[in-house]
């Protein structure tokens, strides 16, 4: 299935796992919305993506854990880019302690960020989706979404309720021809894996965030009748 000229949103787009599923779809001529909230960093990848592949790059500088930031950032780049297709909320953060010892404003940040920004986000772009009849949204879960560990109730409490919303979602709008998939990949090196102090093992062997892209990519091009709850991938050393 040819993505070619169809339009995508993507959080969390600056850097990690974000910014590689941007340069994945950029390959396969996907003009591209990016969302994230360190301007310098879309700046470059903006200017990397439309060198090289001629396409279509919006940006946007928002934090999506406030809904009225995320929805102007929707309608600013869909005005920008002329629509949109796909929708990949990947913006997330961690933190990791004690249920009784981590700072309560930690957990319910985790919370807003990683569940609330999903969900706002996709409450801005799905009813555009269904107007068209036709659309993709990814969430980046994880496989804290499936098992919980010690010192992850937070992070834990928002990839499950990422998983449930998900599941849910996509049983809403499935007629509509819209498919809405979560992929659970397991500790990915990023920069975000090191600051949270995670044991990333191996680098050489490690997971990589080309490889959640080629995941992505491969959901997406998947025929639109196949409609898919999870898809997963470990590391060579999960945990």
Request: hydrophobic share 45%; proline share 2%.
């Amino acid at each position: 299935m040819s993505l070619n000229n169809q339009v995508a949103i993507i959080t969390g787009a600056g850097k990690g796992i974000g910014k590689a599923i941007a340069q994945a779809l950029a390959k396969e001529g996907v003009h591209l919305g990016l969302i994230a909230r360190t301007t310098s960093d879309l700046e470059a990848l903006q200017s990397e993506l439309r060198e090289q592949h001629g396409i279509k790059v919006a940006i946007a500088s928002a934090d999506i854990s406030d809904q009225s930031a995320a929805e102007k950032a929707v309608e600013a780049l869909v005005s920008e880019l002329g629509g949109i297709d796909i929708l990949i909320n990947n913006a997330g953060i961690a933190k990791f302690g004690k249920l009784v010892e981590m700072d309560t404003q930690d957990w319910e940040r985790i919370i807003q960020v990683n569940l609330m920004g999903t969900y706002y986000m996709t409450r801005a772009v799905l009813p555009k989706l269904i107007a068209q009849n036709q659309g993709n949204i990814i969430n980046i879960a994880s496989t804290a979404g499936e098992r919980g560990f010690a010192t992850g109730s937070a992070y834990n409490a928002s990839k499950f309720a990422i998983m449930g919303l998900t599941e849910a979602v996509m049983q809403e709008v499935r007629k509509n021809n819209i498919r809405v998939v979560a992929l659970t990949p397991s500790t990915v090196n990023t920069e975000l894996a090191v600051n949270t102090g995670l044991s990333i093992g191996d680098e050489d062997r490690m997971m990589q965030p080309e490889d959640v892209a080629e995941l992505a990519l491969a959901t997406l091009k998947l025929p639109q009748r196949v409609f898919v709850k999870t898809a997963g991938i470990w590391t060579t050393n999960p945990q």
